[in-house]
């Protein structure tokens, strides 16, 4: 199914463009690495206010009210750039390992912020009360999802230099 998939987008006009503008993919990367930088940034400012290392005056509420917007466009931004890469090269991405365990990490911290935003709104002190303490199995989750989203940029980053699967097209 895969196979067929890459076949299919390798042969659209789309595919055909970027590969005959020697400007296309390098734009389209710009725009993925910018927009990964709003998110990882605005993650990281909310995380280490929840662990209690920066921003202790603001109250996390304010925090995640302050960047929803913008991580929400950026999260757009890195599908739209992030499908763009892979059509620009099918078989590069869909058939290498790091390419789904990167997916999967960012499931996962989108997960784990979904869930750690909403444990802290029902908690209620914590997530509204910039004095208050966030309790340690939160800040605990904070600190994971930091790692993921380190993670997610080493196997990004690493997709181009990894070998596909056994068996792939190249």
């Known amino acids: 199914m895969l196979e067929s998939f890459a076949a299919w987008l390798g042969g659209t006009p789309l ?3 970027l590969e005959n503008q020697s400007w296309a993919v390098p734009t389209v990367q710009i725009f993925h690495i910018l927009a990964i930088t709003v998110v990882v940034g605005a993650a990281t400012i909310v995380n280490l206010r929840i662990v209690g290392v920066i921003e202790r005056g603001q109250s996390i509420a304010a925090l995640t009210a ?78 994971l999802i930091l790692l993921l989203w380190a993670a997610i940029i080493v196997a990004g980053r690493w997709i181009g230099y990894a070998e596909g699967w056994p068996g792939s097209p190249q």
Do not use: C, H, N, Q
């Open 66 to 143: 302050r960047f929803a917007a913008p991580s929400i466009v950026a999260l757009a931004v890195l599908a739209a750039t992030g499908f763009l890469l892979i059509a620009a090269e099918p078989t590069r991405a869909i058939f290498r390992y790091l390419f789904w365990a990167k997916m999967a990490l960012l499931l996962a911290a989108v997960g784990l912020t979904a869930g750690l935003l909403a444990g802290l709104k029902e908690g209620g002190g914590a997530f509204s009360d910039p004095a208050a303490r966030v309790a340690a199995p939160y800040r605990l989750v904070a600190v």
């Open 15 to 17: 595919t055909a463009f």
